[in-house]
């Protein structure tokens, strides 16, 4: 069970906020970026220490995640070394 963040404490991640969308459904960064993974990370995170989601569901949220962020990282190592093989 996720132990509840006291209320007064204060926030410094640098997410972005949650916002819920039509339907109710809530808004997250894109993800296809390096900065949108990484805010998605912050944005679980914070959910974890709010107690909005359990431990293991945190975890597998960070594994995907830095799976993601690993993904990314290569596709654009792979355009780079494609670019400056073009060049030539």
Do not use: C, Q, W
Request: charged share 35%; aromatic share 4%.
């Amino acid at each position: 069970m996720a132990r509840k963040a006291p209320e007064n404490l204060p926030e410094v991640i640098d997410a972005a906020p949650v916002v819920a969308g039509p339907g109710g459904f809530k808004r997250r960064p894109a993800l296809g970026t390096a900065r949108g993974i990484r805010r998605e990370l912050a944005a679980v995170y914070l959910e974890l220490r709010r107690g909005a989601i359990d431990l293991e569901t945190a975890k597998a949220s960070g594994f995907l995640l830095r799976t993601l962020l690993e993904a990314v990282r290569t596709d654009e190592i792979e355009r780079r070394i494609d670019a400056l093989e073009n060049k030539e």
